[in-house]
C-alpha cells in the first residue's frame, strides 16, 4: 500500500484526541515536566509558515519527554487582544469578540492539522473574562502594594490612530502603522514600577538556563550603571544634577548638556537671552521618538542657553550649558556633564561647537593628542591634569572622587538603570478593562475583589475619541458609577490594558485554568513549578519575557508562587525566509501557506522539513525541493516496513548503527539539532535498504522518528500489529555506549606500499593479530609469492603494510 498522508493524519489527530493521551494530570506520581511556546495572536491571516517551526521543536521535545516516562504538560492558548482585531472592527463594524472567536477556530484547526501534542483541555484565552479577572486581580495586587499608579508625562502621540505609540513604533517622527504623524503630548497613564525590580531581574539571569544573546539582550535592555550623582552649580542659583559612570573625570568636564523638556528651562525662561531659538528646537525635539533621538541620530544638534553657565564642583571653572535631544529626560537626571577629551559623542559634540578639549587620563602604553581623538581606553589609565587625583589609577580615582563628593556634600554614589517604568495605559477598547474608578472626593478607588471580572461593554463605535480617550469614554451607563468608597459620583477609568498584560502570567493559568477562586491553586502551583523549557522569539526577549519576570516575581514576593523566576531555560529560533532569502512578506509574493503544504505532501513532511530546513537558532530559506526530499524519505520508511525479516534483535550488520543513531537522535533533540538528528536517520535508513532490516531494529527506528513525524509512525506501529497502544507513548529507546563503537574496522594491506587487499580486523587489535589475518588472505598470499618479508609496518586501526624484497 502507498503512503498517503491524507488518508492517516486526520485519523490519528482523532484518535489521540478522543484517547486523551497528551493530558497533563496534576499531582501524577510521574515526574513532571512543563513544556511551553509562546501562544499565538490569532490574526485573520490564520498561521503563516514560522509558526509550525518553534512548535514542532517544542513538540519534538514534548513527545519524547513522555516517551521517558514524564507527565508533559504541553500547553496552548491565544493571546488575543490587540490593536489589528480592533483596526479590523472600526472598518467592518464587526465586534472584535465576534472576530477573535472566529480567528481563534482557524488557529485550532490548523494546529491540530499539524499534529501538535497539545492539551487541549487546558486551552487559555485572554479575551475571555475568566481569565482576564486574574489579570485585573493582579493588577490590583500591583496597586495595593505602590507599583501601579498614575502619572503624568510625555508621550508618542499619534495624531491619526489617536493612540500612544511605543518608542520602536515611531519611525522619523510619523507613525510605523499608519505614517500619520507623530507628537509627544504630556497625558496621564497608568505606569507600573518595574524599576523597582531592575536589580533582580539583572542578578537572577544567573539562576536560569537562558541562551547567551537573550541574557544580553535583557541586560543590555535594563541597562544598570554605577557611578555617581554629582552637582553642579548655576551661575542662577539652582544646582544641576547630574548621574555618571565616570566621575573620576570631573576634571575634564568643559561644558554640560541638557535635554530639552528639563524642568529648570521652564524656570529659568526669563534669564535666558535666546528664549525663542530654544523653544524652535524644543519644539523639532518633541517630534522625535527617544528611539530616534539616542540610536538613529548622527549629526549632533544643541543650542547653548544664553545667560547660564553651570559651576564645576572640583575647580570652581564656569562652563556652558547646552540643550541636545540626543540628551533624555527619562534616563537618569536629564542632564549630562561632557568630558570630551574621552568620550566619542562628546568630542564629536565639542568640535562642531568649537568647544575645549581637555585631557585627564594618560595612555600606560604610549602617548596620545585628545585634539584629534577621544582617548577612549581609559580603563587601564592614569589620571593627569585632575587636581588631587592626579597620578591614580583610573579605579582608584573614582572611589576617592566619590567620598570626597559625599564629605563635600556635592553627590552620592549611585546605580542607574536605562530601564524605565512600564507604560500600562492603552486608549483603546479591545483590551482588559482597568478595575479603578476615580472619584472626586476620594481620588482613585479600586474595584472590590468581588466585583471582578470587570467586562467589556458592548458599543457602537471601536475608534478612539477625539481627545484621546478610549471609546469607552462614550459609554456612559458603564463609565459613571458610584464610588466603593464613600457612594458618591465617580468614573470608571476608560482606558485598557496593553497587550502584554495578559501574556504576563499565561504560563501560570494552564496550570490550573478552569479555577473560579485562584489565577492558580497551589497545588497546582507547587506541583508544576517553574516553566521547564520556554521556547520563543528573540523580538520577546525584552518585552514580553521581562513583562513576565516582573510579574512573576512580584507574585513571588506576594507568596502567591513558590518559584522565584518563572522560567527555567530560555531558547529562541531563527525565522524562515521566502526562497528569495528575503523575509516574507504580501508584497515581496513569496508567503507560504502551510494549509498549501500540506494538501500537497502531508503534516509530517512539513514537521519534518521545518526542523531540517537549518540550523535551529538561524534563520532560513523556503525549498520546495528540500519538502519534496522530505517527502520521499518518508516514503521510503513506509516501503521499508514490507521489507522486514522478523528478527527481534539487532543483527550483527546494523548493531552500531543502531546504537549510534539512537544516541546521535537523543542528544540532538536535547541540543535542538533537529536538522541534524533527522539526517542521522536518514542514513540509518539508507544502511536498511544496503544491509537489510528487521522487526526490532524497524521499531526502534520508528519510536526515534515518532516525534518528529508522529502520523506515520503511528500507522505504521499498527500496522506491526500494536493495535492497543500508542507509538506516541511507548518507551524511548536506549543506547549502550560500548555498542557504539564497531567491533571490527576495515583495514588496507599493502606489499611495497601498494594497496593488494582490505581484511575485517577487530578494534585496536595487537601487531600479532594484524599479521596472523593478513598473511591469511589469498590475495595477500599471491602478492607475496616468491618474495622474502623484510618488514612489517603496523598502525593499529589504519594499516597493515608488508615490506618485501
Not at 38 to 61: C, K, V
Not at 82 to 100: D, F, H, M, S
Not at 354 to 373: C, F, R, T, W, Y
Request: glycine residues 6%; hydrophobic residues 35%.
Amino acid at each position: 500500500m502507498k503512503y498517503d498522508p491524507s488518508a492517516i493524519e486526520n485519523k490519528w489527530q482523532k484518535k489521540w484526541e478522543d484517547a486523551g493521551i497528551y493530558q497533563a494530570i496534576t499531582g501524577s506520581p510521574k515526574p513532571k515536566y512543563y513544556t511551553l511556546v509562546e501562544f499565538p495572536y490569532p490574526s485573520g491571516q490564520g498561521l503563516h509558515i514560522g509558526h509550525p517551526r518553534p512548535y514542532t521543536a517544542m513538540d519534538i521535545i514534548s513527545r519524547k519527554r513522555r516517551m521517558q516516562g514524564y507527565n508533559v504538560l504541553f500547553p496552548i492558548g491565544w493571546d488575543a487582544f490587540g490593536l489589528p482585531t480592533e483596526n479590523y472592527a472600526i472598518k467592518t463594524r464587526t465586534p472584535p469578540a465576534v472576530v477573535t472567536k472566529k480567528n481563534i477556530a482557524r488557529f485550532t484547526e490548523q494546529c491540530k492539522a499539524l499534529g501538535f501534542s497539545f492539551d487541549w483541555s487546558r486551552e487559555v484565552d485572554t479575551t475571555d473574562p475568566d481569565y482576564y479577572k486574574w489579570t485585573q486581580w493582579i493588577f490590583l495586587k500591583l496597586y495595593e502594594k505602590g507599583l501601579a499608579y498614575k502619572k503624568k508625562m510625555a508621550v508618542n502621540w499619534c495624531t491619526s490612530c489617536k493612540i500612544v505609540l511605543a518608542n520602536e513604533e515611531v519611525v522619523d517622527g510619523r507613525c510605523e502603522r499608519c505614517g500619520g504623524e507623530v507628537v509627544h503630548k504630556e497625558k496621564s497613564q497608568w505606569m507600573l514600577g518595574i524599576t523597582k525590580y531592575a536589580g533582580r531581574l539583572i542578578d537572577d539571569l544567573d539562576t536560569v538556563d537562558y541562551i547567551d544573546r537573550v541574557v544580553l539582550a535583557e541586560k543590555n535592555w535594563i541597562g544598570r550603571s554605577i557611578g555617581a550623582n554629582v552637582d553642579f552649580g548655576t551661575t542662577l542659583g539652582d544646582p544641576l544634577r547630574v548621574f555618571t559612570t565616570r566621575p573620576d573625570t570631573l576634571f575634564g568636564v568643559t561644558y554640560m548638556v541638557m535635554s530639552p523638556e528639563h524642568p529648570l528651562i521652564k524656570k529659568w525662561a526669563d534669564q535666558i537671552s535666546n528664549m525663542d531659538e530654544v523653544r524652535t528646537y524644543q519644539e523639532a525635539a518633541a517630534k522625535k521618538s527617544d528611539f530616534e533621538r539616542t540610536e538613529l541620530a548622527k549629526e549632533k544638534t544643541g543650542v547653548k542657553l544664553t545667560g547660564v553657565e553651570a559651576i564645576n564642583p572640583v575647580n570652581g571653572v564656569q562652563i556652558p550649558i547646552f540643550i541636545s535631544d540626543y540628551v533624555l529626560t527619562t534616563y537618569g537626571t536629564g542632564a549630562i556633564m561632557a568630558v570630551p577629551g574621552h568620550d566619542t559623542r562628546d568630542w564629536e559634540f565639542a568640535r562642531k561647537f568649537n568647544l575645549p578639549i581637555l585631557q585627564v587620563i594618560a595612555s600606560n602604553v604610549g602617548e596620545v593628542d585628545v585634539n584629534e581623538a577621544a582617548f577612549t581606553d581609559v580603563e587601564t589609565g592614569t589620571l593627569v591634569n585632575s587636581g588631587f587625583l592626579t597620578g591614580l589609577s583610573c579605579e582608584d580615582a573614582q572611589e576617592k572622587i566619590i567620598a570626597w563628593l559625599q564629605e563635600k556634600g556635592l553627590g552620592e554614589k549611585k546605580v542607574n538603570y536605562k530601564l524605565r517604568d512600564w507604560i500600562f495605559s492603552r486608549q483603546r477598547y479591545w483590551g482588559e478593562p482597568i478595575p479603578m474608578i476615580f472619584c472626586p472626593k476620594c481620588g482613585w478607588v479600586p474595584l472590590k475583589e468581588e466585583d471582578l471580572p470587570l467586562k467589556l461593554p458592548e458599543v457602537q463605535s471601536y475608534e478612539p475619541t477625539d481627545t484621546g480617550e478610549s471609546p469607552l469614554a462614550h459609554v456612559r451607563d458603564w463609565v459613571e458609577v458610584k464610588c466603593p468608597k464613600c457612594g458618591g459620583y465617580a468614573e470608571r477609568e476608560t482606558d485598557t490594558m496593553p497587550n502584554w498584560a495578559g501574556s504576563s502570567w499565561y504560563y501560570l493559568r494552564y496550570m490550573d485554568p478552569h479555577n473560579h477562586n485562584a489565577l492558580a491553586s497551589r497545588e497546582a502551583l507547587d506541583y508544576w513549578g517553574q516553566v521547564d523549557w520556554y521556547n520563543g522569539g528573540m523580538e520577546h526577549a525584552t518585552l514580553h519575557l521581562l513583562y513576565s519576570r516582573f510579574w512573576h516575581k512580584f507574585l513571588y514576593d506576594c507568596g502567591i508562587v513558590p518559584y522565584a523566576e518563572p522560567y527555567a531555560k530560555r531558547t529562541s529560533h531563527g525565522m524562515i525566509l521566502g526562497e528569495n532569502g528575503e523575509k516574507m512578506s504580501k508584497s515581496r509574493n513569496n508567503v507560504i501557506n502551510p494549509d498549501d503544504v500540506i494538501a500537497e505532501f502531508g503534516a509530517d513532511t512539513l514537521r519534518l522539513y521545518e526542523m531540517f530546513i537549518g540550523d535551529f537558532e538561524k534563520s532560513a530559506p523556503w525549498s520546495v525541493q528540500a519538502v519534496r526530499g522530505c517527502r520521499r524519505f518518508l516514503d521510503r520508511v513506509w516501503a521499508l516496513s514490507e521489507k522486514l525479516d522478523g528478527a527481534k534483535e539487532y543483527s550483527t550488520a546494523n548493531v552500531t548503527a543502531m546504537h549510534r543513531t539512537i544516541k546521535k537522535v537523543s542528544e540532538d533533540i536535547e541540543e535542538m539539532k533537529f536538522n541534524t538528528a533527522i539526517a542521522a536517520m536518514m542514513t540509518l535508513v539508507n544502511q536498511f535498504y544496503d544491509k537489510g532490516c528487521n522487526r526490532a531494529e524497524y521499531e526502534t527506528f520508528l519510536r526515534l522518528l515518532s516525534p518528529f513525524a508522529p502520523h506515520i509512525v503511528e500507522e505504521l506501529w499498527h500496522t506491526l500489529g500494536y493495535a492497543g497502544e500508542y507509538a506516541s507513548i511507548v518507551q524511548w529507546p536506549e543506547w549502550d555506549e560500548s555498542k557504539t563503537v564497531e567491533a571490527t574496522i576495515a583495514q588496507a594491506v599493502q606489499v611495497n606500499g601498494k594497496v593488494k587487499t582490505v581484511i575485517e580486523l577487530p578494534v585496536d587489535c595487537d601487531v600479532e593479530t594484524a599479521k596472523t589475518a593478513a598473511l591469511a588472505d589469498e590475495k595477500v598470499k599471491a602478492a607475496l609469492e616468491g618474495k622474502t618479508i623484510v618488514k612489517w609496518i603496523v598502525v593499529p586501526n589504519k594499516i597493515v603494510n608488508i615490506v618485501v624484497k
